[in-house]
């Protein structure tokens, strides 16, 4: 079974404060993705990855950037973090044109 | 653009009625349809794709291109289905996802 872990389910930081959410993946999936889950937004796409050290920007880039330096591990970086980003972060992975499997999610509360 | 519209942001329905949830859609390719669903504390996961024309816990969805349409259907609500659920659609060989706002399903005992 596939299994896509995130480093932490709550998490609280400060505004200004640089954000480092994880997540890791065990099935060699190719693609990576970020998402933020807001009540009446839905699944938001931030960045995703389709590649080692590739990334594309999703739908809702602005005051995020990710980074892939190995295969199973994508990591979405908030460079000062804001108010306006506490939200329910959700990462994925893919291969192919498979189905994607999501993560447990990572509660984000910025104060 | 791709985008998917989910009109219901919660439908509440009695045990044992049936359940259709709507999903509209625009593309202009071909595009690839799912309805994923989330269950209280637990992960969003896959209930089905349309290429796979199956039903998974009673639950079917047909894809209509001509009214651009993916409603998800069961003939009888069970409690345990209440969940949020979302449409989903795919496109591009990177398997970009555009996600709908979600449908808050409620099935009343």
């Known amino acids: 079974d596939v299994k896509v872990t995130q480093s932490s389910r709550y998490l609280v930081k400060r505004t200004g404060e640089k954000v480092f959410l994880e997540c890791v993946q065990d099935m060699d999936h190719e693609n990576m993705f970020w998402y933020r889950q807001d009540p009446g937004l839905g699944l938001r796409l931030i960045y995703f990855?389709?590649?080692?050290?590739?990334?594309e920007k999703g739908d809702i880039p602005e005051g995020y950037s990710v980074s892939r330096e190995k295969k199973e591990r994508f990591s979405l970086i908030l460079e000062s973090a804001s108010t306006n980003q506490t939200s329910m972060y959700l990462c994925a992975s893919s291969a192919g044109v498979q189905p994607q499997h999501f993560g447990d999610g990572t509660r984000l509360s910025i104060l | 653009a791709q985008r998917v519209t989910q009109p219901e942001k919660l439908l509440s329905v009695f045990k044992g009625a049936p359940v259709e949830l709507k999903c509209n859609y625009s593309?202009?390719?071909?595009?690839?349809l799912f309805w994923y669903v989330q269950y209280s504390r637990q992960r969003l996961q896959l209930l089905l794709r349309h290429i796979s024309r199956e039903s998974i816990k009673g639950f079917t969805a047909d894809l209509n291109k001509g009214e651009t349409s993916f409603h998800l259907k069961k003939p009888f609500a069970q409690e345990e289905d209440s969940a949020m659920y979302y449409c989903?659609?795919?496109?591009?060989?990177?398997?970009?996802?555009?996600f709908g706002t979600g449908t808050k399903l409620q099935v009343i005992p």
């Open positions: 989903a659609l795919t496109s591009g060989g990177y398997q970009k996802v555009t």
């Open positions: 990855s389709y590649d080692v050290k590739m990334k």
């Open positions: 593309y202009s390719g071909s595009p690839e």
